[in-house]
C-alpha cells in the first residue's frame, strides 16, 4: 500500500511538472523566429530547409558552419523543417517539450541517486521554471542547449544504473548517451569530471569517505542502490573512455571555431581580461541565479568589470575560508559548488568564442550544482525548526512561485527582434551588439532614420565594427546618399580589406556614380574574397546587362544560380539577357522558372504572356499558356491598369483566336497610354490593333 501511495505521490510529481512548465512557456507558440542566429540554424539555411535528404543529412555530419560540428542539433532542425515547415511555433514547442523531458529526468535521477522525494522535485523545478534558462528554451536556435542536455541527463541515468550493477552494456550505453549529446552540443566535455563527483556524493563509490562525511551519505537503501567502492584511481581509470571521447570533442570543437573565426585571438582579448572576466562571471551568474534581473540576450564587455572583479576576488577569499570551516561533512556543498565551477569552464570565456562578455544559456546545467545546494542546504538549515515540513514546502512555493512569474515575463521578450534587442537595450548599456541588431530591425520595418541613429551609435561605442560601417553605408545607399555611402564602404575596408560585403557594396555604390570600370573591379574582388557569395556575381551581371554585354551577363547569372537555385530574379534577369541575345527558348524557360518561384511576379509573368503569344517560332508559341498569364497579370494588377499589360493581353486574346476581346483591349490600352501621355506608345499598339480587327494575331518578328 505504501509502494502504491509513493508511486501515486512520484507521478502527481511528474504531471504538475510538466504541466506548469509547459504554462510557462506555452506563449512560445504565437512567436516567430528572430534574426539573432535563426537564419543561420534554420530559416535561412537552405541544407535544412530540405528537410531530412541524403544530402542533408551529409551535411550535418561534414559541416563546421556556425562555428561547431554538432550533427544531432541540425537533424533535429531537419525534422522540424520535415514536419512543420515554415511554421516557428511549432519549433520553439519542440523545444518546450524538450525542455520539460529534461525536468522530468533530471528528477528522477536525483531520486534515484539521493531517495530524497521533495529535494529532487525542487531541484527540477527550479531547473524548469528559472528565468535564466528562458533563453536555452524561448530562442529556436538554442535547440543545441536542451537537445545536449537530454542526453547529459540520459548519461547520467545510464551511469547511476551501471552502478547499481555494472556490466559492459550499462556501460556502452553511458558512452552511447555521452556521445550523443557531445553530437549535440560540445558542453558536455565536462560530463565525466561530474561523474566522479557524483561517485563521491550521491553515489558514496569512493573509498575514504570520513566519518561526518558519511553522516550526510544518503543510506543505500533508500535510493535503491548498492555501492561498489573503488579508489580514485579505480574511478579514474573506469572513465579513461569518457575523457578520451570529451579530449576529442574538445579538439573537434575548437578546430571548427576556429576555422568560422568564432574564436577571439589574444589580441581581441587579452589572456588577463579573459581571466578577470571569467572570474567576474562566476559571481555574476550566481547573483543572476538568486536575483534573476535585467536579464539580456547580449551581455557586452564592461570597462568596469575589471574593478567589479577585484571585489569578487576579495569577497570570494572571504567566502572560501567560511567555506573550508563548514564543508567538512556536507558532500552535497562540495558536490554542488564544484559541479557549478566545472560545468561552466568551457564557456567562461577563457577561450573567447563570440564577442558576449557572459550569457544566460551557459547557466542551463551548471545552475544544478546551486539548486543542489540550496535544496540540501534548506532541508539542514530548517532541520530544527517547528513545523519544518510546513515551512520548508511554503518557503519552496513561494520561490518556484516568484520564479514562474519572472519566467512568464522573461519569455514575452523572446516575441521578436524588436521586444528582445529592445529590452536588451533597455537592461544594459555600451551595448553595441544590440544597437546594430536593432537598428537591422529598424531597416526592414523602413525607419531609415532610427536605425541610422542606432548604428551611428554602435559605431561611437565600438568604432571598430566593420560590419556596422557596412550596413550603414546601405542604409545611406538605399536613401541615395552615394557619398556618405562611400565613406562608409571605404572604412569597412580600412578595418577588414578582404570584407566580401563590403567589397560588394563599394562596387554598387560606384556603379551608382557611373563609375563600371571601378565598380567591376571592386566586385570582381569580392568574389575572389568570398567566391560562394551570390550578390556579387548578381551584381557584375546587372551591370553587365546595362553595359549591353549579355552573353558575359548570362554567365555570372549562372554561377549565382549553382550557389542560389531559388532565387527568381536571377531567373527573370537570366531569361531577359538571352532574350536579348535572341535565345527565346532559354528566355522561356528561365521565365517560367521565375514564375515556379514567385507566381506573383508581374513582369515576369507580361513577359511570359507577351512571347508565348507573339512568337514567330511555332514551337514556342503557346497561346493558351500566354492567356493565362496575361489574365492574372490583369487580375493582380487590378484597378491599377497599365497599357503595357493591356496591350499583352489583346495579344493573347488575338493569339487564341478571340479577337472580338482582343479589338476591345487593344482600343482600351490605346486611350490608357494617351491618357497617360505616352503617345508614341499608342502609336504602337494602333498597326496590331488593325490586325486583330482583321482577324490575324501579332507575330512578333
Given at each position: 500500500m505504501k509502494v502504491s501511495y509513493n508511486k501515486m505521490k512520484i507521478l502527481l510529481i511528474c504531471v504538475m511538472l510538466a504541466l506548469v512548465t509547459f504554462i510557462a512557456y506555452e506563449q512560445v507558440r504565437n512567436y516567430g523566429f528572430v534574426s539573432y542566429d535563426d537564419v543561420d540554424y534554420v530559416y535561412g539555411n537552405q541544407h535544412?530547409?530540405?528537410?531530412?535528404?541524403?544530402?542533408?543529412?551529409?551535411?550535418?555530419?561534414?559541416?563546421?558552419?556556425?562555428?561547431?560540428?554538432?550533427?544531432?542539433?541540425?537533424?533535429?532542425?531537419?525534422?522540424?523543417?520535415?514536419?512543420?515547415?515554415?511554421?516557428?511555433?511549432?519549433?520553439?514547442?519542440?523545444?518546450?517539450?524538450?525542455?520539460?523531458?529534461?525536468?522530468?529526468?533530471?528528477?528522477?535521477?536525483?531520486?534515484?541517486?539521493?531517495?530524497?522525494?521533495?529535494?529532487?522535485?525542487?531541484?527540477?523545478?527550479?531547473?524548469?521554471?528559472?528565468?535564466?534558462?528562458?533563453?536555452?528554451?524561448?530562442?529556436?536556435?538554442?535547440?543545441?542547449?536542451?537537445?545536449?542536455?537530454?542526453?547529459?541527463?540520459?548519461?547520467?541515468?545510464?551511469?547511476?544504473?551501471?552502478?547499481?550493477?555494472?556490466?559492459?552494456?550499462r556501460y556502452l550505453s553511458t558512452l552511447l548517451f555521452f556521445t550523443l549529446g557531445l553530437m549535440a552540443k560540445p558542453m558536455l566535455v565536462t560530463l565525466p569530471f561530474v561523474l566522479l563527483l557524483l561517485d563521491y556524493w550521491p553515489l558514496s563509490r569512493l573509498q575514504g569517505i570520513s566519518k561526518n562525511?558519511?553522516?550526510?551519505?544518503?543510506?543505500?537503501?533508500?535510493?535503491?542502490?548498492?555501492?561498489?567502492?573503488?579508489?580514485?584511481?579505480?574511478?579514474?581509470?573506469?572513465?579513461?573512455?569518457?575523457?578520451?571521447?570529451?579530449?576529442?570533442?574538445?579538439?573537434?570543437?575548437?578546430?571548427?571555431?576556429?576555422?568560422?573565426?568564432?574564436?577571439?585571438?589574444?589580441?581581441?582579448?587579452?589572456?588577463?581580461?579573459?581571466?578577470?572576466?571569467?572570474?567576474?562571471?562566476?559571481?555574476?551568474?550566481?547573483?543572476?541565479?538568486?536575483?534573476?534581473?535585467?536579464?539580456?540576450?547580449?551581455?557586452?564587455?564592461?570597462?568596469?568589470?575589471?574593478?567589479?572583479?577585484?571585489?569578487?576576488?576579495?569577497?570570494?577569499?572571504?567566502?572560501?575560508?567560511?567555506?573550508?570551516?563548514?564543508?567538512?561533512?556536507?558532500?552535497w556543498l562540495t558536490v554542488g559548488l564544484l559541479w557549478y565551477l566545472g560545468t561552466m569552464v568551457p564557456v567562461i570565456g577563457l577561450v573567447q568564442v563570440g564577442s558576449q562578455a557572459m550569457a544566460d544559456r551557459y547557466t542551463y546545467l551548471p545552475s544544478i550544482g546551486i539548486f543542489i545546494i540550496v535544496a540540501w542546504g534548506a532541508a539542514e538549515l530548517g532541520s530544527k525548526l517547528p513545523y519544518r515540513r510546513m515551512v520548508l514546502g511554503t518557503l519552496a512555493g513561494l520561490v518556484l512561485t516568484a520564479l514562474f512569474i519572472c519566467t512568464k515575463a522573461q519569455v514575452r521578450y523572446w516575441q521578436n527582434d524588436v521586444t528582445l534587442f529592445g529590452h536588451a537595450l533597455e537592461v544594459t548599456k555600451n551595448n553595441a551588439i544590440m544597437h546594430e541588431r536593432y537598428a537591422s530591425v529598424m531597416v526592414k520595418e523602413g525607419k531609415l532614420d532610427e536605425a541610422i541613429s542606432h548604428y551611428t551609435e554602435a559605431l561611437r561605442i565600438k568604432p571598430k565594427l566593420y560590419f556596422v560601417c557596412n550596413n550603414l553605408g546601405l542604409v545611406l545607399l538605399g536613401q541615395g546618399k552615394i557619398d556618405q555611402a562611400t565613406l562608409c564602404f571605404e572604412e569597412a575596408l580600412r578595418?577588414?580589406?578582404?570584407?566580401?560585403?563590403?567589397?560588394?557594396?563599394?562596387?554598387?555604390?560606384?556603379?551608382?556614380?557611373?563609375?563600371?570600370?571601378?565598380a567591376v573591379a571592386y566586385l570582381e574582388k569580392a568574389i575572389?574574397?568570398?567566391?560562394?557569395?551570390?550578390?556579387?556575381?548578381?551584381?557584375?551581371?546587372?551591370?553587365?546587362?546595362?553595359?549591353?554585354?549579355?552573353?558575359?551577363?548570362?554567365?555570372?547569372?549562372?554561377?549565382?544560380?549553382?550557389?542560389?537555385?531559388?532565387?527568381?530574379?536571377?531567373?527573370?534577369n537570366l531569361a531577359e539577357a538571352y532574350f536579348s541575345e535572341g535565345d527565346i527558348k532559354q528566355a522561356v524557360y528561365y521565365w517560367r522558372r521565375a514564375l515556379e518561384l514567385n507566381p506573383q511576379d508581374i513582369k515576369t509573368l507580361n513577359n511570359l504572356a507577351w512571347i508565348l503569344a507573339t512568337a514567330e517560332d511555332e514551337t514556342i508559341r503557346n497561346p493558351n499558356d500566354a492567356l493565362k498569364y496575361a489574365r492574372k497579370t490583369s487580375e493582380l494588377v487590378g484597378p491599377y491598369q497599365q497599357p503595357v499589360f493591356l496591350d499583352t493581353l489583346a495579344a493573347a486574346y488575338a493569339a487564341a483566336g478571340n479577337f472580338p476581346e482582343a479589338v476591345k483591349t487593344a482600343e482600351e490600352a490605346i486611350k490608357l497610354a494617351e491618357a497617360a501621355d505616352k503617345k508614341s506608345f499608342a502609336d504602337e499598339i494602333r498597326p496590331r490593333l488593325e490586325l486583330y480587327k482583321s482577324g490575324q494575331p501579332y507575330i512578333h518578328r
Open positions: 535544412v530547409k530540405a528537410g531530412l535528404t541524403a544530402d542533408s543529412i551529409k551535411w550535418a555530419f561534414t559541416t563546421t558552419h556556425a562555428g561547431n560540428w554538432h550533427p544531432l542539433t541540425w537533424l533535429s532542425h531537419m525534422l522540424d523543417c520535415q514536419l512543420f515547415g515554415n511554421n516557428p511555433g511549432w519549433y520553439h514547442l519542440s523545444n518546450v517539450l524538450f525542455h520539460i523531458a529534461n525536468t522530468l529526468l533530471l528528477f528522477a535521477v536525483f531520486k534515484r541517486m539521493t531517495g530524497a522525494l521533495w529535494r529532487s522535485a525542487f531541484i527540477a523545478a527550479a531547473f524548469a521554471l528559472h528565468p535564466l534558462h528562458v533563453e536555452s528554451v524561448a530562442w529556436i536556435s538554442e535547440r543545441k542547449d536542451v537537445l545536449s542536455s537530454l542526453f547529459w541527463i540520459l548519461t547520467m541515468w545510464a551511469y547511476v544504473r551501471y552502478t547499481q550493477r555494472p556490466g559492459i552494456k562525511a558519511e553522516k550526510n551519505l544518503p543510506p543505500a537503501e533508500s535510493a535503491g542502490l548498492n555501492r561498489h567502492v573503488l579508489s580514485i584511481i579505480q574511478l579514474i581509470v573506469e572513465k579513461i573512455p569518457l575523457f578520451v571521447i570529451s579530449a576529442a570533442s574538445c579538439a573537434v570543437t575548437y578546430v571548427a571555431q576556429q576555422g568560422e573565426g568564432a574564436v577571439a585571438s589574444m589580441g581581441q582579448l587579452t589572456l588577463k581580461l579573459r581571466m578577470l572576466n571569467a572570474v567576474t562571471s562566476y559571481f555574476s551568474y550566481i547573483v543572476k541565479i538568486f536575483y534573476p534581473t535585467h536579464l539580456a540576450v547580449f551581455y557586452p564587455h564592461s570597462k568596469m568589470f575589471v574593478f567589479r572583479t577585484i571585489t569578487v576576488v576579495l569577497l570570494l577569499i572571504v567566502s572560501l575560508v567560511l567555506f573550508i570551516r563548514r564543508v567538512y561533512g556536507r558532500p578595418l577588414k580589406p578582404d570584407y566580401p560585403f563590403a567589397l560588394n557594396n563599394l562596387g554598387k555604390s560606384l556603379a551608382a556614380q557611373g563609375k563600371m570600370d571601378e575572389r574574397s568570398d567566391p560562394d557569395y551570390p550578390q556579387s556575381y548578381y551584381n557584375i551581371a546587372l551591370l553587365k546587362i546595362r553595359q549591353k554585354e549579355y552573353s558575359q551577363a548570362v554567365g555570372y547569372l549562372k554561377e549565382v544560380l549553382q550557389r542560389r537555385p531559388d532565387w527568381p530574379d536571377v531567373c527573370s
